[in-house]
């Protein structure tokens, strides 16, 4: 196998591996092992109320929504509630949060004054997050269809403090309930509590339950040509990180026990995430609510409480972007939200070092292009090694051209010919590919650090590049990498059958359309990268023709 046909080969592996990555749906769906296959399943009724499994010791199961009580049933209002970066919007009906602003995220850099909406109950972008408590059919408890009192409809984190507290208060004969929403100033960590107190003169037994309601058609997407992935996740400390898409939350749903896990609904950029007490049992759930919309959800264990005794649910929830060191304090495994997938290991610490960079020069553009700088010495010996075997293959190209042109046709003499003659002149074929191998994933691992990572979403470089996120406006980055190309391949010997030269010629204006839509960021390395490698290139072949003369 001559050079060129290898170099053709991993190049085009690459863009496939790239191409595969954008459209797949999960690169970590195996899921199997966690859907359907545990006992007491729970099935969807049409009806978005959790259904608790009966326990060894009866207890604790919701009536369905046709037996619901209708006392305390009535359409609620809206509750204005606004930190230092988070805007959102509460109904007393449930105390369900149906608006969520974010308000340091501007929705483009051309609209800075309108902040990100992550959450709705608009049909177009569907996203809520409701939560209640469940007990048994004879005892009536706040669902999220149930309203609460609230003492105002407008709360504000004031200037001199970092704390807000939302009280709302549902009672009937037999409990009382204070369902409690605490924030924090330049947090998006959300804590959910619900006191309750038995009134009756019986025992009561309840457990609480958090969900998120998701439609299949939001649009979260922020580029219609990178594919980034949208739906449900979950976390446990036995089977770790798994995806759980819109498609397979359709055909089967989620019933599992775990301690010290969380659930998710992610999408670029950003998620929304329920955290109970690591130490508290928790069950996870899934429930097909309608054709396009989908609960993934968990609910405690059962508390029994004695008559005029009180008991509290405690948990969190996570409502804003992947922030991936802030992600590892608050519990285990979340930042794998941002989705580095099978190269996850390489990708971090690209990461950590990207972040390290722009903390100096405070741009994330030269961030990238000194990490490139970076990348670039580390191969340096490898891409060497590289272009040393290419300008060797340079070299001997008029000869190699004579041997194809003395056989002809005739492959099998010609392919012994330009052995023999790579054996007299000590040249390795090869040599030049495995450095390139070596090479690719982190070129691919970098690739998902500039798609993934948040901090450039809306990010400035310099001149007309206003926002790292998105594709070049005026297509200058794609066509100065695709001219890039074509100079590296001016460099490179040029194959000795016509056909293989036609396909390499061809890469240049393959990748730059490929490129013309993809994020500037992504763009901007290649550019730099491949500005390094031709001076690189240039200047070894330089030398190797010198000590030919």
């Known amino acids: 196998m001559d050079n060129y046909r290898l170099i053709l080969i991993v190049s085009l592996a690459f863009l496939s591996v790239m191409l595969w990555s954008s459209w797949q749906n999960d690169y970590n769906n195996s899921v ?3 859907v359907g296959n545990q006992a007491n399943p729970v099935k969807p009724t049409g009806s978005d109320i959790p259904e608790a499994r009966v326990e060894p010791q009866g207890n604790t199961s919701l009536p369905s929504e046709s037996k619901e009580s209708t006392q305390n049933n009535t359409k609620g209002e809206r509750i204005l509630v606004r930190t230092d970066v988070l805007s959102l919007e509460l109904d007393t009906q449930g105390g369900t949060i149906k608006e969520l602003d974010l308000l340091e995220y501007p929705l483009s850099p051309e609209n800075d004054d309108i902040p990100f909406r992550l959450m709705s109950d608009n049909p177009n972008n569907y996203f809520i997050a409701q939560s209640g408590l469940l007990s048994d059919e004879s005892v009536d408890v706040p669902n999220h269809k149930k309203t609460y009192r609230a003492e105002k409809r407008d709360y504000a984190l004031a200037e001199n403090s970092d704390e807000l507290s939302v009280l709302l208060r549902w009672k009937s004969d037999n409990l009382e ?68 898409d819109f498609d397979e939350l359709a055909k089967e749903t989620l019933s599992k026990d775990v301690t010290g896990g969380w659930i998710a609904m992610m999408q670029h950029y950003f998620l929304g995430a329920f955290i109970p007490d690591h ?42 972007p992947k922030l991936q060191e802030h992600l590892e304090d608050v519990a285990p495994g979340l930042e794998l939200t941002t989705d580095y997938g099978w190269l996850t290991v ?15 020069v405070g741009n994330w553009g030269w961030a990238i292009v000194l990490l490139t700088v970076l990348i670039k010495l580390a191969f340096y010996r490898l891409s060497a090694a590289s272009y040393r075997s290419m300008a060797g293959m340079r070299q001997l190209a008029p000869r190699l051209q004579q041997i194809k042109e003395r056989y002809g046709d005739d492959k099998e003499k010609f392919n012994k010919a330009m052995m023999e003659l790579y054996q007299k002149e000590k040249i390795n074929p090869v040599g030049g590919c495995l450095p390139i191998l070596v090479q690719i994933p982190v070129f691919i691992a970098l690739y998902w650090v500039l798609l993934e990572s948040v901090e450039l979403r809306n990010a ?73 490698s031709i001076l690189q290139q240039w200047r070894i072949t330089k030398l190797i023709e010198a000590k030919g003369n």
Do not use: C
């Open 32 to 34: 199997s092992a966690q």
């Open 177 to 244: 309930v204070e369902k409690i929403y605490e924030f924090q100033r330049g947090s998006y960590e959300i804590k959910l509590i619900h006191r309750i107190k038995n009134l009756s003169s019986s025992d009561l037994p309840i457990r609480d339950y958090r969900q998120f309601m998701r439609g299949n058609n939001s649009m979260s997407q922020e580029s219609a040509f990178i594919y980034t992935y949208t739906g449900g996740a979950i976390f446990s400390p036995e089977e770790k990180f798994s995806k759980l």
């Open 279 to 320: 130490d508290k049992p928790q069950h996870f759930y899934s429930k097909k609510a309608s054709d396009e919309r989908f609960i993934l959800g968990l609910y405690s264990a059962s508390k029994n409480l004695a008559p005029g005794e009180s008991a509290e649910f405690t948990g969190r929830m996570w409502l804003g």
């Open 346 to 360: 390489i990708a971090k610490p690209l990461f950590w070092i990207l972040k390290s960079i722009h903390d100096l």
């Open 460 to 532: 400035p470089f310099i001149l007309w590049i206003d926002n790292l996120s998105v594709k070049d406006p005026y297509y200058i980055l794609p066509l100065v990498m695709g001219v890039s190309m074509y100079i590296q391949q001016k460099l490179n010997p040029a194959p000795p059958d016509p056909l293989q030269a036609k396909i390499m010629m061809s890469l240049p204006f393959i990748f730059t359309v490929f490129f013309a839509f993809f994020p500037s960021g992504l763009v901007l390395y290649w550019v730099v990268n491949n500005l390094l």
